[in-house]
């Protein structure tokens, strides 16, 4: 199968190209942050999009490119829009004309997160730019005449180069000896991310389609989740400071509880959903490997 991946240079695209290079032909692009053997790819410019994937030519293409970061999202709409939107229009409209598949990555904050964890038939009910417009953005895919997956996933979290994450980001400001507020009303489904992958990569295999919640088995508070992780990683719990979403003062709403629910991928695939303590320590165990080969 030959793959592109755009947004390779992300969390989950990088995971998404080590689940699937052994055994499929995978491409990859980045914008803003260059990866070696990749290419740079605007998806907001359609020309270049259409150039790109008639180009390559690929059977499925994957969109897990986007701008996620949900306060940004909040001061600059228009810029959420034409990437988050505008772009996913672009790839539509090149995979339509070389009849590739489109697998696409959402969000549990396309709900409001008054009654959660939430299943694929519950309509959405976005709070924030950021959720809109990924839920105009998943609109766009089933009005599309291609084959598509829709994947909906929660927090994710897993070892990535750039540091985006909420667990990396905790891990280097704890080290650093800052104290760090996390909010204890936010409740939602952390998910590993080479875990996530691999669920998709079962998923495809088998070529389904349709909308699939892919995330962690555990509802979960944003605070709980801190502290688990400042044990695993042997960090300082005491700089972990509860806070509620009001005195943290966040622009964009949060849904207060969120998450997914997963019993139609549980059906669909064999591959076990990891709790957040597995997830952990078996990110732990990459980072302290990946520090490794760094300093041979």
């Given at each position: ?40 790819l ?49 790839v ?11 697998v ?26 950021y ?27 897993g ?60 509802l ?7 502290l ?69």
């Amino acid at each position: 199968m030959k793959i592109l991946i755009i947004g390779v240079s992300g969390q989950i695209g990088f995971h998404l190209y080590q689940a699937f290079a052994g055994s499929h032909q995978v491409s990859g692009t980045y914008f803003s942050y260059p990866v070696p053997d990749m290419y740079r790819l605007d998806m907001t410019k359609p020309g270049a999009v259409k150039d790109f994937a008639a180009a390559l030519n690929p059977d499925i293409i994957f969109l897990p490119a986007a701008m996620p970061d949900v306060e940004a999202c909040e001061k600059n709409p228009a810029l959420c829009y034409g990437i988050n939107v505008d772009g996913t229009r672009n790839v539509l409209t090149a995979a339509s004309e070389i009849s590739a598949k489109v697998v696409f990555f959402s969000t549990d904050y396309l709900f409001d997160g008054a009654a959660g964890p939430y299943a694929e038939t519950e309509r959405p009910k976005p709070l924030n730019i950021y959720g809109k417009a990924k839920n105009e953005a998943e609109q766009l895919i089933r009005q599309s005449a291609c084959p598509h997956l829709i994947v909906r996933t929660s927090v994710v979290y897993g070892y990535e180069k750039q540091g985006k994450n909420f667990v990396v980001r905790l891990s280097a400001r704890l080290r650093r000896g800052e104290k760090v507020k996390a909010p204890i009303d936010q409740l939602s489904t952390p998910t590993y991310a080479p875990n996530l992958c691999a669920i998709i990569k079962e998923l495809v295999e088998r070529d389904k389609e349709g909308t699939y919640h892919i995330a962690g088995p555990e509802l979960m508070n944003r605070y709980d989740f801190a502290l688990l992780a400042a044990e695993i990683f042997g960090l300082e719990r005491g700089l972990i400071v509860p806070a509620t979403t009001e005195e943290l003062g966040q622009q964009a709403p949060r849904p207060l509880r969120g998450g997914l629910k997963v019993g139609k991928v549980c059906s669909a695939t064999t591959t076990r959903l990891m709790n957040v303590r597995e997830g952990l320590i078996d990110m732990k165990k990459t980072m302290e490997s990946n520090a490794t080969a760094n300093l041979v």
